[in-house]
């Protein structure tokens, strides 16, 4: 007999700084963020997108041998959840009926549950995923303990209600109660407003909370900045995590007498100056170049 869906849940939200290509070493960092977010009695912990690789890992993820590594280190993980402890919901390159996806899986119960596919692959300023990935298919959520996750992927939130595939108004119209949307956003100035606008937008059109993901640390010619939220269905700012830090929080979430979910409130960090976000862009762009140089 299915038990009845959760009333609670803990949700940990992992803001980290993988890098790109050491596979081992994201394992590493997703392992060590989950045994944390077990000591801290999570249900699940999220992470940012392509987080197991790196983001943006441009050509690297065209290796065979590269995309065989990630796929050894999501079933690694998986089978650690059958300890028991937090699930995982985490960004993997997965090659399926030969073709690359940029794709989010739920590791749970000691398996993979679900795997979703990014469906709107960004192709302008300093992105150009459609060289190396395939679209997905719109998604419907996938369910953990009777709970119905929607987990469109950074730019599939991008989209206003109505447009061609859509992937929030396909995820509320299937069913989904919460949204979990991993990014890779990069810094730009005044960016965060423009985030938070965007996800306002999606929250207001769907009915339904959100949290946004974003890792940081500096690749190549970018830097991330983190700096993510969470956001009620009714539009409210729940948790705002600082930016440039790692961060790792427990987000309390519970139905509300409707049965609908509601994060409780906490965290909001203020945001840096302009110019001290700039500073900080730079900061945090030469640490990560200075490490990248220097591994052995």
Known sequence: MNAPPAERLAIAVAQLNPIVGDV??????????????ARERADIIAFSELFIAGYPPEDL????????????????????????????????PWVEDGKLHNAYALLAGGRIEAIRFKVNLPNYGVFDEKRVFASGPLPGPVSFRGVRLGLPVCEDTWTD???????????????AEILIVPNGSPYARDKNDVRLSVAVA????????????????????????????????DGGLA?????????????????????????APGQLSGEHSPDRALARAHESGQADHAVFRHRP
Request: charged share 20%.
């Open 24 to 37: 081992t070493g994201n394992l590493e960092r997703a392992r060590t963020a989950r045994a944390q977010a």
């Open 61 to 92: 993820v065209l290796k065979p041998a590269f995309q065989a590594a990630c796929r050894v280190a999501i079933e690694a993980l998986a089978r650690d959840t059958a300890d028991g402890g937090p699930a995982m919901l985490i960004g993997v």
């Open 161 to 175: 209600w109505g447009d061609y595939e859509n992937v929030v108004e396909c995820l509320a119209e299937t069913g």
């Open 202 to 233: 999606r929250v207001t059109e769907s009915g339904l909370p959100l949290i946004y993901l974003n890792q940081l640390g500096g690749q190549d010619e970018l830097v991330f900045d983190g700096a993510s939220f969470v956001v009620n269905a």
């Open 239 to 263: 948790w705002s995590l600082p930016g440039w830090r790692e961060t790792l929080v427990v987000t309390d979430w519970a139905r509300d007498a409707a049965g609908n979910w509601v994060c």
